[in-house]
């Protein structure tokens, strides 16, 4: 049996103990604002935090989920009013959306360590996540406001 | 066209609307389609686009058009609620299931707002009417002394107002006013359009509440991944599910039958594993041993494939534009320039993969999908299962990108047969892999261009010859020439050479081909400005000043119309002031000619009228010791006509500049015997963070101008001017996309 937690609540799984953490997120506990995009860490659109850290939840397996806490986009806040998630609406980054759940918990994740990033650590740290949109300069941008207003 | 009728006592609105609601359903057309509809005589029952006001002030607008990040959920109700003058903040959006009395739904050839814009004030404003005579009855004043502020009608002279959920009750009961009654708001008044506001969606995306396709469930779901044949074409000869049955998870497969030429957009065909989960199903996928029949494609190597499109290139051709004669002007044995373009095929890659879940029960088909066009969805089902078109329901989700790929339904026709099968819904899930090789791909294509050099270094003979498999080839196996790919900035060039031949040549289809975001406007303006560009170096000119002379003076370019064309046409005129306009913002906001190029550092131009959108880019790149490539800088001006939504356009031409440095850069798909050869972001390479241009500024041209296209005109541009700036910096013309197949040191 493997215990973890989701948004803070406790949580138990005995299936398949290989599946990523993606797809138990997605098809069995039903928090589908992780997004599926390649399955093999290369875009960045199922990214969650596992221990306040961001994972790609593709990657992640559920045995390697055992004993920790795993927050979703779902956890942020449900009414956006993570100053991320503001940001990211003062600046209306989004086109099509898909991606920028993953863009956020990557932000949030990354803001938590470097409070005050310049371009060129952004740009590090979000170069996992791909947009197809192209919002990557409205992203940059929202980071640096983010960072203004939790500091 | 436009009908509007007042439904508010109708039984079967019940559903969707409280009693009292004020309902008004318009029968809606694109323009093209008008004269059709007026013989069709009056519209008597269309339950088609909707605008509700409850009594609780709520304010309902049915969105008939897919949303795919290019905005149109928001943009088309918002120009309703703005001539309606209703308060956005109580608007909700119902999103259209697919029906043909919506006219056309097919979110593509960004015409959203072109094509609807219209209506929408239309329909909005014949509500606001109704509604001031609502309340002047109730107040028994007249309707002149009465006038509106969002979501009230306020009579002035006695400080009176009633809310719109007020008045609803008593407006339902009206007759709908004539068309000559209803005034709409002048520009000055409009309080939603023109202004930043934000997508309709956008808290729903920020807090993963939004609903994708890849989100759409419904209850007692399977889900089931599909093996499709590696060639086009290729049938099963036998396979072997044994090890596939005992992943954990995996209930079943089910093989679906190939198409039948032309493939369309029925399923390829393969076999199916159902499971539990969408991961069980990619993992039974894997353990699958099948064997494949011939297809004829399997001979279809895409670089041996190159040197006949090449060759073909270099043959006369159609020709689709002439004017002078260029033959006669060569012939004078002056100074010639020719050079010869290739790009590749391209995969949209949107974000989202193709998914969808659809269920079939007693001949009947229930689908939820993120599709570009829910009309074909319904008759893919229709045509694949034998039941009828209306008997298919489409509900359309948000989609997670689209960019062409998803007008073509197929994966919610393999969803719809595999429910048929076995009995419950069926959420069909593309992975990665999937959807980069089985793509309906952007065309390959082989350009080869030709001019005569006056004394003054302007072309007095400019001949071009384009070449690819065309898009007919996905509804007609015989297809060997363009068609509409010719109006995507290839019979149109708005240069002013007094010879002018522009052709095309044939070209068969190995894989399916389908419209990827600006579409033949891709490779056509990456050769016309390129070759632009390598006349003013040959000239040594300066490359704006250069382009503006082609260009030449303010003018309608005459063009062949078809009759279909010619509303189009009287509307949106080929401008070359308004194309000329773009040029001199973009020169001017870049400091064009005030930096000089070289030594690894340059400025690129192009300037590209697609979609009836007139767009200049100028590109600035910085080249490294190593040969790596930044793009610190891109300037477009941009001139749509009459802009909805301001910060959603610039949002749209910032990513455009993203989407046209992954195809410059890096993008490409390859064939070998048939296989597409890439499959996933490891070598179907996208720009990041990193690598996209690190600033685009938008410069809007504010115009009165009747509204054009938005969501794909920004792409064209950016690739040729891209290589430009490549050229300035460091000596290279590169002839051949992406940027990755030439060493540039
Ligand atoms: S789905 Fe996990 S990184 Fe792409
Ligand atoms: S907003 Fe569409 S992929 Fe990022």
Same mark, same amino acid.
């Given at each position: 049996m493997i215990r973890f937690k989701v948004n803070r609540t406790e949580r138990t799984y005995d299936g398949d103990p290989e599946m990523p953490l993606l797809w138990y997120l997605r098809d069995i506990a039903g928090f589908t604002g992780t997004k599926f995009g390649c399955g093999i860490s290369l875009c960045g659109a199922c990214t969650v935090h596992q221990n306040g850290d961001a994972v790609r939840s593709c990657s992640v397996s559920m045995k390697e989920v055992n004993g920790t806490s795993i927050t979703t986009i779902e956890g942020i806040s449900a009414n956006g009013l993570h100053p991320v998630q503001k940001a990211w609406m003062e600046i209306k980054v989004p086109q099509c959306g898909y991606c920028q759940t993953g863009q956020i918990m990557q932000a949030i994740a990354f803001l938590n360590q470097n409070h005050n990033p310049n371009d060129q650590e952004i740009e590090q740290a979000m170069s996992g996540n791909l947009c197809r949109c192209g919002t990557y300069q409205r992203i940059r941008a929202a980071i640096h406001q983010a960072a203004k207003e939790l500091a | 066209m436009i009908n509007i009728q007042?439904?508010? /006592?109708? *039984?079967?609105l019940k559903r969707a609307f409280a009693a009292g609601t004020f309902v008004l359903g318009a029968r809606l057309l694109p323009e093209p389609l008008w004269a059709d509809a007026s013989s069709a005589g009056p519209v008597v029952f269309q339950p088609d686009i909707f605008l509700g006001i409850a009594s609780d002030g709520t304010i309902t607008i049915v969105a008939h058009r897919s949303e795919m990040g290019c905005g149109s959920r928001t943009a088309l109700p918002l120009v309703v609620a703005d001539e309606l003058d209703a308060d956005w903040s109580k608007v909700k959006i119902d999103q259209a299931i697919g029906d043909p009395r919506y006219g056309e739904q097919d979110t593509d050839g960004s015409h959203s707002v072109r094509s609807f814009f219209d209506q929408m004030r239309q329909i909005g404003a014949t509500g606001r009417v109704m509604l001031i005579t609502a309340a002047a009855r109730q107040w028994g004043v007249s309707e002149k002394e009465c006038s509106t502020e969002p979501g009230f009608v306020v009579h002035k002279a006695s400080a009176r107002k009633l809310s719109y959920g007020e008045l609803a009750a008593a407006a339902a009961t009206l007759p709908v006013p004539r068309k000559e009654d209803v005034l709409l708001k002048n520009r000055s008044q409009w /309080?939603?359009?023109?202004k930043d506001n934000a997508l309709f969606d956008l808290p729903d995306i920020v807090t993963g509440h939004a609903t994708f396709g890849m989100d759409a469930k419904m209850p007692g779901m399977v889900y089931a991944s599909i093996e499709h044949p590696p060639v086009l074409g290729q049938k099963i000869k036998s396979y072997d599910d044994k090890e596939a049955l005992k992943v954990r998870g995996v209930k079943q497969t089910l093989t679906i039958n190939a198409f039948k030429?032309?493939?369309?957009?029925?399923p390829l065909g393969g076999v199916a594993v159902i499971a539990d989960n969408t991961w069980a199903a990619f993992q039974g996928r894997k353990a699958l041993k099948i064997d494949w029949d011939a297809s004829p494609n399997s001979v279809y190597n895409s670089g041996q494939f190159r040197k006949t499109l090449e060759s073909t290139a270099r043959q006369p051709g159609k020709v689709v534009r002439n004017v002078g004669d260029v033959d006669a002007e060569f012939a004078k044995g002056g100074k010639i320039v020719e050079a010869g373009y290739y790009t590749p095929h391209l995969a949209h890659a949107s974000m989202e993969p193709p998914v969808a879940v659809a269920e079939y029960r007693d001949g009947k088909v229930l689908a939820w999908a993120p599709t570009q066009n829910p009309q074909a969805v319904q008759e893919t089902i229709a045509g694949v299962l034998g039941v009828k078109k209306e008997d298919v329901t489409c509900h359309v989700t948000l989609l997670g990108?689209?960019?062409? /790929?998803?007008? *073509?339904?197929d994966q919610v026709a393999e969803a719809a047969v595999l429910s048929k099968q076995l009995g419950k819904p069926v959420k069909v899930v593309w992975s990665r892999e999937d959807d980069i090789q089985f793509d309906f791909f952007h065309s390959v294509a082989a350009m080869y261009l030709k001019a005569a050099i006056g004394p003054n270094g302007k072309p007095t003979a400019w001949l071009q010859r384009t070449v690819y498999p065309p898009i007919g080839s996905t509804f007609d196996v015989n297809a060997k020439y363009a068609d509409d790919e010719m109006g995507l900035g290839w019979n149109n060039l708005p240069f002013d050479i007094p010879n002018h031949r522009a052709e095309n040549g044939p070209a068969d289809a190995h894989v399916r081909i389908g419209w990827l975001r600006s579409v033949a406007n891709i490779y056509h303006a990456f050769a016309i400005h390129s070759f632009a560009d390598e006349l003013a170096n040959a000239a040594n000119r300066d490359s704006v000043q250069y382009l503006l002379e082609l260009i030449g003076p303010p003018r309608i370019v005459p063009l062949q119309y078809t009759p279909e064309e010619q509303d189009e046409a009287k509307r949106y005129p080929l401008d070359t002031a308004r194309l000329r306009h773009v040029v001199e913002i973009v020169a001017e906001k870049s400091g064009w000619g005030k930096h000089p190029s070289g030594n690894g550092h340059g400025f690129g131009i192009a300037a590209h009228r697609s979609f009836l959108t007139y767009v200049a880019s100028v590109v600035e790149v910085e080249v490294d010791g190593k040969g790596q490539v930044q793009i610190p800088n891109v300037w477009t001006a941009v001139d749509a006509g009459t802009i909805v939504a301001p910060d959603n356009v610039r949002n749209q031409f910032e990513g455009a500049a993203s989407f046209g440095a992954s195809l410059a850069l890096l993008s490409e798909i390859t064939v070998t015997n048939g296989v597409v050869n890439q499959s996933n972001f490891s070598d179907y390479e996208l720009v990041r963070m990193g690598s996209a241009p690190k600033h685009t500024s938008v410069y809007v041209v504010e115009s009165d101008a009747p509204p054009a296209g938005v969501g794909e005109p920004g792409v064209p541009p950016f690739a040729p001017a891209f290589y430009n700036a490549i050229r300035a910096a460091t000596g290279k013309r590169i002839r051949e996309m992406p940027l990755s197949k030439t060493k540039l040191l």
């Open positions: - | 007042n439904f508010s /006592r109708r *039984k079967f /309080r939603y359009i023109g030429p032309p493939h369309q957009f029925q990108g689209g960019f062409g /790929r998803k007008s *073509k339904p």
